[in-house]
């Protein structure tokens, strides 16, 4: 089970019937802790950062990323990150400027120089803050890839009559479902350590899952249970969906990776086989000389290696998704 987070990253509202918040005979609570690196933004923009209103969405992403750091705490990393990216952009520019003056690209190297940290520092200063929003987005293909299995895991347990505390509590168990397990842990620590009942706890879950399905199925659990319904036809009903979207979305995938090896032979191997041929027939007949032997040297070592290692990490990432 996951260590509870800082106080103003989980933010639940207490029914008025939740029990205390309880622990285990000779177990102490856990807190998170920032690192030196983390400590040191603090003190040296914390002023600045509690000066502007706080960002919920910041707060919200860093909640669905399971990221142990509060927003204001966040932003301070993200400032003192940025001082130390330009310091170290600085530098560079200036051993690059070294470097091209030696070699007679003065120019060259003053311009690189300048637009290094002139570019980069700020380019770090955008992206940071995105960092939890990505990360969330993450977690939530990894949950998306995990459900269908998890939804059969739950069923087999409620099947058997098993309590739906229980459910969620052997399925945090099951790392083998990776994320999906480890929604469920954070359910589990709601009830059985800051005294939710399961249904707010349920509740909870759906509001800070990254993933839509995951909220779907919460919510639904939720619904069935204070409409009066029955859990058992409602969790079989979900794992046979979630293994039908599993299944198209698989074939979908498969298709895809066909269209793109298609496109792999046709773009990458065949079309610049010839162009290969046809710059060289240029520039032996044609009267190109080195201009065309320059453009045959660029086509060969730059744009073929960046296509195709273009493509395998665009394919690498797809299956990625699959496995």
Not at 57 to 62: R, S, V
Not at 203 to 213: D, E, F, L, T, V
Request: glycine share 8%.
């Amino acid at each position: 089970m996951p260590a509870t987070p800082t106080v103003s990253a989980v933010r639940p509202k207490v029914s008025a019937g939740a029990r205390p918040v309880r622990l285990k005979r000779g177990e102490q609570p856990t807190h998170s802790t920032l690192t030196p690196f983390q400590r040191w933004c603090w003190k040296t923009f914390k002023a600045r950062v509690l000066a502007k209103p706080p960002d919920p969405a910041l707060e919200e992403n860093l909640l669905k990323a399971h990221l142990r750091i509060r927003a204001d705490e966040y932003m301070t990393t993200v400032y003192g990150t940025t001082v130390v990216a330009g310091i170290a952009l600085t530098v560079a520019a200036v051993g690059l400027y070294l470097f091209f003056s030696i070699i007679g690209l003065g120019v060259t190297g003053l311009l690189i120089a300048v637009a290094l940290p002139v570019f980069g520092t700020p380019g770090v200063f955008a992206i940071m803050p995105g960092r939890p929003a990505s990360v969330a987005k993450t977690r939530g293909r990894k949950i998306d890839r995990k459900i269908s299995a998890a939804m059969s895991f739950v069923s087999a347990m409620s099947s058997a009559d098993v309590n739906v505390d229980q459910i969620f509590k052997e399925l945090a168990r099951q790392k083998i479902y990776g994320e999906v397990a480890e929604e469920a842990a954070w359910i589990t620590r709601d009830t059985e350590l800051l005294g939710f009942d399961i249904l707010t706890a349920l509740r909870n879950g759906a509001q800070r899952s990254p993933s839509k399905r995951f909220q779907d199925f919460l919510q639904g659990v939720v619904t069935t249970a204070t409409s009066g319904g029955q859990l058992k036809p409602y969790f079989l009903l979900k794992a046979e969906q979630y293994e039908q979207e599993n299944k198209l979305e698989m074939l979908s995938r498969v298709e895809t990776l066909g269209l793109l090896a298609e496109t792999f032979v046709t773009v990458v191997v065949a079309f610049p086989l010839f162009l290969v041929i046809i710059i060289a027939i240029f520039s032996v007949i044609g009267g190109g000389g080195s201009f065309m032997i320059d453009i045959l040297w660029v086509l060969v070592g730059l744009m073929i290696p960046m296509m195709q290692f273009g493509f395998i990490f665009f394919m690498y990432t797809l299956t990625q998704d699959m496995v």
